[in-house]
Nanobody, 128 residues
Framework: VQLQASGGGLVQAGGSLRVSCAASGPSSSRRLMGWFRQAPGKEREFVASDSWTDGRQYYADSVKGRFTISRDNAKNTVYLQMNSLKPEDTAVYYC??????????????????????WGQGTQVTVSS
């Protein structure tokens, strides 16, 4: 599986940005797609995930109501639409993938170490 993130950039606080992740390789290995982010000096943290298998979506509390994850299976692409951006959203955004999760295993959907495949990251900078 290969993942290619794109679409990052510089935006003012309150603005919007959409990042994309183009995926290739066996679809069975990318049933679950996620977005994570890492700010300077901080741990990589979960942002959002989308499961093609069971339709579940999860969001970090810090982005709920502002960010939306979606996918276009025909294009093998996952998107993260980010609205009402804040300076604290500044980070490198990574897309990640793994095979399907057991639906009762919440950690599988949101834990960094549960994901097997990672893209290279795209920088998002929000100015105040």
């Amino acid at each position: 599986v290969q993942l290619q993130a794109s679409g990052g950039g510089l935006v003012q606080a309150g603005g919007s940005l959409r990042v994309s992740c183009a995926a290739s390789g066996p679809s069975s290995s990318r049933r679950l797609m996620g977005w994570f982010r890492q700010a300077p000096g901080k741990e990589r943290e979960f942002v959002a995930s989308d499961s093609w298998t069971d339709g579940r979506q999860y969001y970090a509390d810090s982005v709920k109501g502002r960010f939306t994850i979606s996918r276009d299976n025909a294009k093998n692409t996952v998107y993260l639409q980010m609205n009402s951006l804040k300076p604290e959203d500044t980070a490198v955004y990574y897309c990640a993938a793994r095979a399907m999760c057991n639906p009762v295993d919440y950690g599988c959907y949101v834990t960094r170490d549960a994901y097997l495949y990672w893209g290279q990251g795209t920088q998002v900078t929000v100015s105040s």
